[in-house]
């Protein structure tokens, strides 16, 4: 059967392959211990269950559900925007509900990307915002983030031959992977690039809730003049450990908003209702768990700085996401590294170049781990020597 050529060129999915790896490892009996994933470890708060199964006990919500869903949660989310960012968004025209951020992180290229259009994107980023652009039939324009520039993409290094025909450009802060945060002047920055471009921008912030040492990161939206040309898209599955029950939103730009509505009207049938009733007890429930999750991935990110300093490995100490951004020793890329620590002791880290070029040099490890594991896990990897034993464990 012949396939179409977006689906031949498009390479596996990151995690699908680490994924496989894993299970072929645990298959043959052998212990894994993954720091790969940021997927919550801990479950979605009680109260939110039980709003979940008293919704799905209804049989008003068997039924299809709205595609823009109901107007309660997206009241819900607009208020809940105005508490934390003092933001504030018309629920009809400018708040999405989303089958999980990435669904609409894909889909929204379909809205503004033609043949031959260009997206501006971060490098290393999450995957979605260069696929969606492939699959809508454009090109990225990687923006290179590193440590030199704090992990910020310079607008003025784009030529103005690629300006000309950018539709998009996508950020995303607190950043995945390399956990660098934003502050509003570079939001501020990022309006004034696009207004002057006439580029749509596309925020992808779903770790604004996931902070540590007292930060509180901001929003896209909080910029002057964000809502004229861009767009938030945000996410309940860090905040609320709720990446299973998928549900995301995008808001801000109506224009933008109401393209991505139109599109998906048409592609699926909304978020099941039992799922936005959970989604709006979360949003307007008690806000409790999020300092609790704060605190203990906070407590897992000292444990794990201070043993990967302890060993020689750079990495920084993130104010906030899921992710420790470290730097591979000397001798090694990011590949061989992970592949080594696979193979040798059983510990999984994502290699930085599965993110993008400028990923090269570093591997991405997440916090959502138990703490049992993560202290077996780090204890295997303080253990583990190169052939050459160039990889020493110093102090500890
Ligand atoms: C930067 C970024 N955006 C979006 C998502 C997807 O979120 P959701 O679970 O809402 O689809 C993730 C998930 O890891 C992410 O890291």
Redo the contacts with the bound molecule.
Sequence with gaps: MRKAKRIENLPPYLFVEITKKIAEKRARGEEVISFAI??PDTPTPPHIIEKLCQAAHDPANHRYPESDSMPELRRAIAEWYKKRFDVSLDPDTEVLP?I????G?AHIAFCFIDQGDIALVPDPA?P?YSIGTMLAGGESYYLPLTDENNFLPDFDSVPEDVLKKTKLLWI?YP??PTAAVADLGFFNRTVEFARQHDIGVCH?G??TEVAFDGYQPVSFLQADGARDVGVE?H????SYNM?GW???MVVGNAEMVGALKTLKSNMDSGIPQAIQYAAIEALNGPQDCIQEHNTAYQRRRDLMIDMLNSIGIEARAPKASLYVWAKVPEGYNSVDFATALLEQVGVVVTPGIGYGKSGEGYVRLSLTIPDAGLVKGLSLLAGWRDSKNRFKKKGI
């Design positions: 940021g997927d989303l999980g951020a990435k669904e992180i999450y979605v995303n950043n995945n992808d779903p770790y898209f996410s309940l599955s860090k990446t998928r549900i995301g």
